[in-house]
């Protein structure tokens, strides 16, 4: 596990873990590391001192330089409210995941198939790039974005 010092473009800083540099690299192209204040995706990796950890447990070891106290985090508090609409938001993902197909990438090209009746109507989801989603609506097919939550990303 690694831990990373992050920021957002709005200057909030925060820490996460991931598995490897590797994870944090995939995470992060596919938008899923995000601002837990703003939600923004545009989120870089901030200045931090590396963790070493000691080899010397001996007593003639120097006394290791105090740290620094940690910097204030701003932690956001979920009002009753807001938990209520992500549960329900959840819950949408799920009845959605549950009772439709799976296409993956192929999305805009299934959708198109339904939609021309090239083939049978089903319920389906997977990824679309925006303008992949932008194209389909313009072309009247009806689709939507499902729901993702701060805590799916974990």
């Known amino acids: ?28 192209a596919r938008g899923l590391v995000t601002c837990p204040v703003c939600e923004s995706r545009a989120v870089s990796k901030a200045m931090m001192a590396p963790r070493v950890a000691r080899t010397d447990r001996g007593e003639a070891a120097a006394p290791a330089p105090a740290a620094a106290p940690p910097t204030p985090q701003p932690v956001p508090m979920i009002a009753e409210p807001a938990r209520q609409m992500r549960a329900l938001l959840r819950a949408v993902r799920e009845q959605v995941m549950a009772n439709s197909e799976h296409v993956g990438a192929r999305f805009p090209e299934e959708a198109r198939k339904i939609h021309y009746g090239e083939s049978e109507e089903r319920s389906i989801y997977g990824q679309a790039s925006a303008e992949e989603a932008r194209a389909l609506i313009e072309e009247g097919i009806d689709v939507a974005p499902l729901p993702v939550l701060p805590d799916d990303r974990n």
């Open 1 to 28: 596990m690694i831990r990373y010092a992050l920021a957002c473009e709005a200057g909030h800083t925060f820490e996460s873990w991931f598995p490897s540099s590797d994870s944090y690299d995939a995470q992060a």
